[in-house]
Each structure stands twice: as C-alpha cells, then as structure tokens.
C-alpha cells in the first residue's frame, strides 16, 4: 500500500536530499547547524512525510534519524561545544553519520515509490 502512496511525496523527498547534500558540502560549524531547527525547511518536510506516509517502516526510521539530529545538535547547544564557530571533529563525524543514514532512507523511500 505503501507504493502507491509515496509518489505524491517524491518532490518532498528532493527536497529533504537538496537539504543534506547542501549540508554535507559545506564545512560543519555552528552557523550550518542552525539551519537545522524547529521549522526548519527540513523539519517540516521530515513532518510531512511523517504524518502523510506512516504505512512504511522506513518512514518511522527517517523521523528516529531527525529526532537523534535534533539532539545532537542541541547538546551542541546546551553544552557550549563549539570553539570559533567550529564544533569537534567527533561531533561533526556524528552529524554526519546520522544525515547520510537519513539520505539512504530518503533513497529506499524513493525507491519504494517508484
């Protein structure tokens, strides 16, 4: 059933892979971290997919992907970890990890509508 609900989606799926191939390019700091945050363009095309396409299990992953992101990126907040606009290269690693799990969900996701 999946299938044939997930095409009305592909061009949120686009979206949300413009998102993070744009982050994943440039270099981590505070400042690209700030774009990801509460209605963020990313948030609310992860919440569209979300509350539209929750036949899939693959849906449930990408919103524990976005959820696990969001609290990266505020314990990166809360506990002051960035020095001259850069976060550790630990932590970058982590964020980093966690969007390209979030692209390959989006890439099954778009695999699945087709």
Same mark, same amino acid.
């Given at each position: 059933?999946?299938k044939?609900?997930?095409?009305?989606? *592909?061009?949120?799926?686009?979206?949300?892979?413009?998102?993070?191939?744009?982050?994943?390019?440039?270099?981590?700091t505070?400042?690209?971290?700030?774009?990801?945050?509460?209605?963020?363009?990313?948030?609310?095309? *992860?919440?569209?997919?979300?509350?539209?396409?929750?036949?899939?299990?693959?849906?449930?992953?990408l919103?524990?992907?976005?959820k696990?992101?969001?609290?990266?990126?505020?314990?990166?907040?809360?506990?002051?970890? *960035?020095v001259?606009?850069?976060?550790?290269?630990?932590?970058?690693?982590?964020?980093?990890? *966690?969007?390209?799990? &979030?692209?390959?969900?989006?890439?099954?996701?778009? &695999?699945?509508?087709?």
């Amino acid at each position: 059933m999946f299938k044939y609900d997930l095409p009305t989606a *592909v061009p949120t799926l686009h979206n949300l892979k413009k998102i993070i191939e744009d982050f994943l390019n440039e270099s981590i700091t505070l400042d690209s971290i700030e774009k990801i945050k509460i209605q963020s363009d990313f948030e609310i095309e *992860v919440r569209e997919i979300f509350k539209n396409y929750q036949t899939s299990s693959h849906v449930y992953d990408l919103d524990f992907q976005y959820k696990k992101l969001i609290q990266i990126v505020n314990d990166i907040r809360q506990l002051n970890l *960035v020095v001259d606009n850069e976060i550790p290269e630990w932590l970058e690693n982590e964020l980093e990890t *966690v969007f390209r799990k &979030i692209r390959n969900i989006l890439l099954v996701l778009e &695999i699945e509508s087709n």
